[in-house]
């Protein structure tokens, strides 16, 4: 399971999600990245370090990106592959190849999707109407969550999905069903996605 995504995916998923240019994308990532909302890593630094004799080139592997690197930095989110150079203190860092937590990402996304932006959902909307008591768990949201999830390619493996659909009632009702109804609707999904063979 690849618990990595790339910021340039990111970028493009965003920038699709809700119409902005690959700039305006980029611009929130960063804004997100400098707030430590999302944590990235950079397979590969170049460091120009400028000492006061002389400026000396390091390269540097897996290097954590902190938000303070996000506060000062040149990044062309309009290439297809942005180049990305920070500035901390008189050093200059040139990275490539950075990805970030893949949950960190997805749920960067949801919060910006325009289809989440606290609307209540149609079912909500039916449910309230019936009469009795409202139901205390949107269902319906988590099903179409658990199908965004497919659709976008990411781990659509039970375990996955059941651990998606509990963090997604936390974000979206601050409580989560208990854990075996959680199972047995991703399992209800996912064969009606992915049937069993047999």
């Not at 890593?41 to 540097?60: F, K, M, N, P």
């Not at 592959?81 to 997805?106: E, K, M, N």
Request: hydrophobic content about 40%.
């Amino acid at each position: 399971m690849n618990d990595r995504s790339s910021i340039i995916f990111l970028r493009d998923r965003l920038s699709t999600l809700t119409g902005v240019t690959h700039s305006s994308a980029g611009e929130s990532i960063r804004q997100a990245m400098a707030a430590g909302e999302i944590e990235a890593v950079a397979d590969g630094v170049s460091v120009r370090a400028d000492t006061a004799d002389t400026a000396t080139d390091l390269i540097l592997e897996k290097h954590a990106l902190k938000p303070d690197y996000w506060q000062h930095c040149r990044i062309d989110w309009d290439s297809r592959y942005p180049s990305f150079t920070f500035y901390i203190g008189r050093d200059q860092y040139f990275a490539s190849d950075i990805t970030v937590d893949a949950v960190a990402a997805a749920t960067f996304l949801r919060l910006r999707d325009p289809l989440n932006q606290s609307q209540p959902s149609a079912s909500a909307a039916v449910e309230k109407n019936r009469g009795g008591r409202p139901t205390k768990y949107d269902w319906d949201g988590a099903f179409i969550e658990m199908a965004r999830i497919a659709v976008l390619g990411d781990d659509s493996s039970r375990a996955a999905l059941t651990k998606a659909v509990e963090d997604w009632f936390m974000q979206t009702s601050g409580s989560s069903p208990a854990s075996s109804l959680v199972r047995e609707k991703v399992q209800r999904f996912h064969e009606s996605i992915w049937p069993p063979r047999g």
